[in-house]
């Protein structure tokens, strides 16, 4: 089945950078939906950024004018570039894929990473 391998967490003092990777593991799929979600305490699960199948780019309007989300050298590794980041940023971000069409929502992607940390200090 389909694995999703996160790596680039950490943490970083407000304004730095840090830069997430997503790979798919254990299956070949001709297209995929991609994106990065987000959760921290008290708050609902929230899209960040996401590839879709044709190709469109989509990400999060609180965010897009620090983030940009591109593809990998691997096909269908999802990468998240974050600047300028804030501790409002800090949470855990998932790794979501789906196999088949897929909106910007979590209730649509069925394959999810761990999740990797980011705590961005004040």
């Known amino acids: 089945q389909l694995q999703l391998v996160e790596s680039g967490g950490g943490s970083v003092e407000a304004g730095g950078t840090l830069t997430l990777s997503c790979a798919p593991a254990?299956?070949?799929?001709?297209?995929?939906?991609m994106g990065w979600f987000r959760q921290s305490p008290g708050k609902e699960r929230e899209g960040v950024a996401a590839?879709?199948?044709?190709?469109?780019?989509r990400v999060a309007e609180s965010v897009k004018d620090r983030f940009t989300v591109s593809q990998g050298r691997t096909k269908n590794t999802l990468i998240l570039r974050m600047t300028n980041l804030s501790p409002e940023d800090s949470g855990i971000y998932y790794c979501?894929?789906?196999?088949?069409?897929?909106?910007?929502?979590?209730?649509?992607?069925?394959?999810w990473g761990q999740g990797t940390q980011v705590n961005v200090s004040s």
């Open positions: 979501a894929a789906e196999v088949t069409a897929c909106g910007f929502t979590p209730a649509d992607f069925g394959y």
């Open positions: 254990g299956y070949s799929y001709n297209d995929l939906c």
């Open positions: 590839i879709l199948s044709d190709g469109r780019m």
